[in-house]
Every structure is written in structure tokens, then in C-alpha cells.
């Protein structure tokens, strides 16, 4: 190895390292060429590198937290109404003599060279103000060191500007009861600082001695002095959330910013029944003759279902449940059936399978269609799960049936009603109860089964269809039942097993009693 070229700028180590020659302060190029003496003398190569040294330091400081186009700052105050002063970044920039520069900040040392810790202090590169009073600090890079740069603290106040809310984007707040998420608020102020991220990445300022937060319906959601929000309950229009400027002796402008969201439920357990919309509202404003497709998705996330029955409840002056549209969809491959206007404010859902895979946190089991029969009102719909099995047992059952939460809620017509929420409430309330008190019913009767009773537990439900199944494909054999379970399978009094006709036999029955 030679250097053929630039030998005053730099020289080879005895490993064949290039050194630079720090005595030189000129700019230029170094080659080096490696070639083959002893043999293959006519091959050769070599690679030109560049010689640069330092020629001076800059060092200046920056807001923080950084934003876009900050401005290079010498002062610190006061933040907003607080007692607590704005921080800066301090940045060490090597300039070299080729006219390339270099950010040496993560390399640096940083230190005070004048004044007192209790002005300013320095954590890294990061100042911090304390009192009102002038501080200076060097920056240091190997035995290299800047010029001071000199920071005044000041007694004086820079205010909020504006403010917009940046990390609440979704236009659904969606999830299971309790599902929090953050609000999150951008602050501009008035000497040209800025909050870019919100004030939540300002972990040295409390956000309530700057924000205040409100929901315009606390039923519905919730929001904390933190702006952290949790979602309670469906609603059937936008609500409204605000964030709100922290006024004090010197500021007495109104400054807010807000944010709509619509409120839609997920399940949260396992044998609930969500229905219409999964985002947006869970049922969208309509007009009299507007038919409504509501989609029914259950979920059973430990284990597969076997069998549910769904009762849901309309209110039939106002919306009418349109024939030969209540039909299985792709998350169900099972038994199905459905009944609807019988009586007419309650639409019926029942599927059974002897084993299946319809598995989740929303299983598309079903769908119906709805017409608007009115030129306004509030729809009430709600639904109580009669039953629900799963490969590991009953979730729901007669004795103990399910009031659905995901799926429950209001379908505006006409234009959004004036009706306060505690009438809202007391409606739907009102409808659940009078469900219940339909369907909490025991078919007991003493010296012999139920009819239709299969599985012999005393009450006639979708339960004996899936039973009936389960005998029918091996899974409950002959010794395991009695004979009046038996018989009582054997709807067409035919004499022999059961098979497909005494199953749907059995769960268009278990509808007329309904």
C-alpha cells in the first residue's frame, strides 16, 4: 500500500491504516494505491478519500419539545398560568473546513459557564428554567469546546393562542364497555411556541393547570381532567367532547377546541348480541318508507356455538320487520330460523348446529330488514338471548337469559329527537323489562316431561333442538336418555329415531310457544 497522492494530508500506519495528519489544516484529497511486487505485477488499484478538519462550533438553543420550523431561542418563561418555565435543546453543530457541518449533540457534553443551577439547570442537552435570572453554557466535543451561549430566564408569561385536538382522529369511539382512549390537545402559544404533540408529551406540566374537558353527554361517555375518555353506552348521534383553556388572573380569554364522536359498543362477553352498525351510529337517522338493514353478530370467543335464541324488540308502531328478509349470513352454516311479526314489535332468531366453528368476538349470524312506517319518532330496540351454547355449555338458558348490551340502542326517524336521556332511559328500560317478563318463564309439569323437552331439564327450548342434534349424529347415545326423552324426540310419532325432519320439527314448535 502507497499513498500516491495528498502525502502532507495524510500517512499509512504500519497496518496499512490511514492516519490523517492533524498538524495540516488544508482540505484535500489522499490516494492510495496497492499493487503486487512480487507477483502479478500488472494488476494494481486505488481509492481516493477525502481529508477535512474541524473549523469552529456553534452551539445554540431550541425549544422543547422540538417542533417543525422552531426558531432558535434565547429566553425562557413562564408557561400559560402555571409557576413553571419553558425548557430548551441545546444543539452542538461542527463546522468543517470543507463547508459540511455535523450535528455533534448525542456526542457532546454539556455544562453551565456561568451563572447559578438555581436560574437554569442542564440534564443532557436539555435546559431547564428555575427563577428569573441570565445563565450561559459551552458544549464539548473531545477536547474541543464552543463559545457560551447565553439564556435569559424571564418573570413573564407566554399564554395559550389556540388550541386543536390532534389524537382523538377516529370518528367512532369503539369498543366494550370501559374502553378508554386519550384526547389528545396541540397548544399553540402567544410568542410563537408551540405544544406540537400535545400536551400530553409534556410530562413536567399537569395537563389540568392548562385544559379543562367536558362531554356534552356524561351518560353516554365520559371524560377525566386528563382528557382520558370511556365509552358507557350506544347513542344514536354524535357526542360532543370540548376541551377548554385554564383562565387565571392574567388571561381571561375563551379558547376551545372540540371533537364529535359517535359512541358504538362492542361485546364485551361472551353470549352478547350486537346489532346494526359496528361504527358510526349503531342505527342512522331515517325517514318514513326507509327500509334498515341491521345485521345480528354474537360473540363466543373461548369456544365455538351450538345454539342460540335471540329475541328482539321493536317498537311496531314505528318500524315494521319486512318478510322473507330475516335470513342466516356467512358466520352461521347451522340450523336456522327466524320469526317475525309474531307478535309484531319481536323478530326471533334461533340456530343450532350438533358441532360447528363459528368462533369470535363478532360471528355475522344473521341479518333482517326493517321499514319505517312514521314520519318521526325514537325506536327503542333492544334484545334478551333466551339461549346460548356453546361446546363448553350454557351461557344463557331460560332460567338465567342475557339482556344483550352491544346491540341495544335508538333508531332516530324523522330528525333527532329533543326527548331528554332520562326519558330515553326509562323507555328502553321500560322494553326490557317487558321482555323479560314475556320470556322468564318454566314449562314444568309434574309426572312427565315437558313436550318437546329433550333434553329433559324441564323447559322446552332451542336447547332440546340441539340436543336432538347431538343424538341424531352419535354424540348423545340411546343409553344416555331416557324413554320419555326418547319419545318426546320422535315429533313425527314415526316410531324410529329421530332425524332432520323431528329437529325442524322440534324448532319451528319451539317458535310457536314463543
Given at each position: 500500500?502507497?499513498?500516491?497522492?495528498?502525502?502532507?494530508?495524510?500517512?499509512?500506519?504500519?497496518?496499512?491504516?490511514?492516519?490523517?495528519?492533524?498538524?495540516?489544516?488544508?482540505?484535500?484529497?489522499?490516494?492510495?494505491?496497492?499493487?503486487?511486487?512480487?507477483?502479478?505485477?500488472?494488476?494494481?488499484?486505488?481509492i481516493?478519500?477525502?481529508?477535512?478538519?474541524?473549523?469552529?462550533?456553534?452551539?445554540?438553543a431550541?425549544?422543547?419539545?422540538?417542533?417543525?420550523?422552531?426558531?432558535?431561542i434565547?429566553?425562557?418563561?413562564?408557561?400559560?398560568?402555571?409557576?413553571?418555565?419553558?425548557?430548551?435543546?441545546?444543539?452542538?453543530?461542527?463546522?468543517?473546513?470543507?463547508?459540511?457541518?455535523?450535528?455533534?449533540?448525542?456526542?457532546?457534553?454539556?455544562?453551565?459557564?456561568s451563572?447559578?443551577?438555581?436560574?437554569?439547570?442542564?440534564?443532557?442537552?436539555?435546559v431547564?428554567?428555575?427563577?428569573?435570572?441570565?445563565?450561559?453554557?459551552?458544549?464539548?466535543?473531545?477536547?474541543?469546546?464552543?463559545?457560551?451561549?447565553?439564556?435569559?430566564?424571564?418573570?413573564?408569561?407566554?399564554?395559550?393562542?389556540?388550541?386543536?385536538?390532534?389524537?382523538?382522529?377516529?370518528s367512532?369511539?369503539?369498543?366494550?364497555?370501559?374502553?378508554?382512549?386519550?384526547?389528545?390537545?396541540?397548544?399553540?402559544?402567544?410568542?410563537?411556541?408551540?405544544f406540537?404533540?400535545?400536551?400530553?408529551?409534556?410530562?413536567?406540566?399537569?395537563?389540568?393547570?392548562?385544559?379543562?374537558f367536558?362531554?356534552?353527554?356524561?351518560?353516554?361517555?365520559?371524560?377525566?381532567?386528563?382528557?382520558?375518555?370511556?365509552?358507557?353506552?350506544?347513542?344514536?348521534?354524535?357526542?360532543?367532547?370540548?376541551?377548554?383553556?385554564?383562565?387565571?388572573?392574567?388571561?381571561?380569554?375563551?379558547?376551545?377546541?372540540?371533537?364529535?364522536?359517535?359512541?358504538?359498543?362492542?361485546?364485551?362477553?361472551?353470549?352478547?348480541?350486537?346489532?346494526?352498525?359496528?361504527?358510526?351510529?349503531?342505527?342512522?337517522?331515517?325517514?318514513?318508507?326507509d327500509?334498515?338493514?341491521?345485521?345480528v353478530?354474537?360473540?363466543?370467543?373461548?369456544?365455538?356455538?351450538?345454539?342460540?335464541q335471540?329475541?328482539?324488540?321493536?317498537?311496531?308502531?314505528?318500524?315494521l320487520?319486512?318478510?322473507?328478509?330475516?335470513?342466516?349470513?356467512?358466520?352461521?352454516?347451522?340450523v336456522?330460523?327466524?320469526?317475525?311479526?309474531?307478535?309484531?314489535?319481536?323478530?326471533?332468531?334461533?340456530?343450532?348446529?350438533?358441532?360447528?366453528?363459528?368462533?369470535?368476538?363478532?360471528?355475522?349470524?344473521?341479518?333482517?330488514?326493517?321499514?319505517?312506517?312514521?314520519?318521526?319518532?325514537?325506536?327503542?330496540?333492544t334484545?334478551?338471548?333466551?339461549?346460548?351454547?356453546?361446546?363448553?355449555?350454557?351461557?344463557?338458558?331460560?332460567?338465567?337469559?342475557?339482556?344483550?348490551?352491544?346491540?341495544?340502542?335508538?333508531?332516530?326517524?324523522g330528525?333527532?329527537?329533543?326527548?331528554s336521556?332520562?326519558?330515553?332511559?326509562k323507555?328502553?328500560?321500560?322494553?326490557?323489562?317487558?321482555s323479560?317478563?314475556?320470556?322468564?318463564?318454566?314449562?314444568?309439569?309434574s309426572?312427565?316431561l315437558?313436550a318437546?323437552?329433550?333434553?329433559?331439564?324441564?323447559?322446552?327450548?332451542?336447547?332440546?333442538?340441539?340436543?336432538?342434534?347431538?343424538?341424531?349424529?352419535?354424540?348423545?347415545?340411546?343409553?344416555?336418555?331416557?324413554?320419555?326423552?326418547?319419545?318426546?324426540m320422535?315429533?313425527?310419532?314415526?316410531?324410529?329415531?329421530?332425524?332432520?325432519?323431528?329437529?325442524?320439527?322440534?324448532?319451528?314448535?319451539?317458535?310457536?310457544?314463543?
Open positions: 500500500y502507497t499513498v500516491t497522492s495528498g502525502s502532507s494530508l495524510a500517512y499509512l500506519d504500519g497496518t496499512n491504516g490511514l492516519i490523517a495528519n492533524l498538524s495540516s489544516n488544508n482540505v484535500g484529497s489522499v490516494t492510495v494505491t496497492v499493487t503486487f511486487p512480487t507477483s502479478y505485477t500488472s494488476i494494481s488499484g486505488s481516493t478519500i477525502s481529508v477535512v478538519s474541524f473549523s469552529s462550533f456553534s452551539l445554540v431550541y425549544p422543547y419539545p422540538s417542533y417543525s420550523n422552531q426558531p432558535i434565547n429566553t425562557l418563561k413562564l408557561i400559560h398560568c402555571t409557576n413553571i418555565y419553558q425548557k430548551a435543546t441545546l444543539k452542538l453543530t461542527g463546522y468543517l473546513n470543507d463547508g459540511s457541518t455535523y450535528d455533534l449533540t448525542p456526542y457532546a457534553t454539556f455544562s453551565i459557564y451563572g447559578s443551577t438555581s436560574i437554569a439547570t442542564i440534564s443532557s442537552s436539555i431547564t428554567g428555575i427563577s428569573p435570572g441570565v445563565i450561559s453554557f459551552i458544549g464539548t466535543f473531545g477536547w474541543l469546546s464552543s463559545s457560551d451561549y447565553t439564556i435569559t430566564v424571564l418573570d413573564v408569561s407566554t399564554y395559550v393562542s389556540s388550541i386543536s385536538i390532534i389524537g382523538f382522529p377516529q367512532t369511539l369503539q369498543g366494550p364497555i370501559g374502553y378508554q382512549d386519550s384526547v389528545l390537545v396541540a397548544i399553540n402559544f402567544d410568542d410563537g411556541s408551540k406540537q404533540n400535545g400536551i400530553n408529551s409534556v410530562s413536567w406540566i399537569s395537563i389540568p393547570s392548562m385544559l379543562s367536558t362531554s356534552s353527554n356524561t351518560d353516554i361517555v365520559t371524560i377525566d381532567s386528563n382528557g382520558i375518555v370511556t365509552l358507557l353506552n350506544n347513542y344514536y348521534k354524535f357526542v360532543q367532547l370540548t376541551a377548554t383553556v385554564t383562565t387565571c388572573s392574567g388571561f381571561s380569554t375563551s379558547i376551545s377546541a372540540v371533537k364529535q364522536a359517535y359512541c358504538n359498543l362492542d361485546p364485551s362477553t361472551d353470549g352478547d348480541a350486537d346489532l346494526g352498525s359496528s361504527t358510526g351510529p349503531i342505527f342512522s337517522l331515517s325517514q318514513n318508507n327500509l334498515i338493514h341491521i345485521d353478530r354474537l360473540r363466543s370467543t373461548s369456544s365455538p356455538i351450538l345454539a342460540f335471540l329475541v328482539i324488540s321493536i317498537d311496531s308502531s314505528l318500524v320487520a319486512q318478510t322473507g328478509t330475516c335470513v342466516a349470513e356467512s358466520g352461521w352454516t347451522g336456522f330460523a327466524c320469526t317475525i311479526n309474531d307478535p309484531p314489535n319481536e323478530i326471533l332468531i334461533t340456530g343450532s348446529a350438533a358441532s360447528s366453528s363459528a368462533q369470535g368476538s363478532s360471528v355475522l349470524v344473521a341479518s333482517f330488514t326493517l321499514k319505517v312506517i312514521s314520519n318521526s319518532g325514537l325506536v327503542p330496540i334484545g334478551v338471548m333466551k339461549k346460548f351454547t356453546t361446546s363448553k355449555g350454557d351461557i344463557c338458558n331460560f332460567t338465567n337469559p342475557c339482556d344483550i348490551i352491544a346491540g341495544k340502542g335508538y333508531l332516530p326517524i330528525s333527532y329527537p329533543s326527548k336521556l332520562y326519558e330515553e332511559k323507555q328502553i328500560i321500560e322494553t326490557t323489562l317487558s323479560l317478563k314475556k320470556i322468564k318463564y318454566n314449562h314444568q309439569k309426572g312427565s315437558v318437546g323437552d329433550a333434553n329433559g331439564d324441564g323447559v322446552f327450548d332451542i336447547g332440546d333442538v340441539l340436543y336432538t342434534q347431538q343424538y341424531f349424529v352419535g354424540v348423545i347415545t340411546r343409553s344416555q336418555i331416557s324413554d320419555d326423552q326418547y319419545n318426546t320422535d315429533t313425527t310419532c314415526s316410531g324410529g329415531d329421530p332425524d332432520g325432519v323431528d329437529i325442524q320439527l322440534l324448532l319451528f314448535c319451539n317458535f310457536i310457544i314463543l
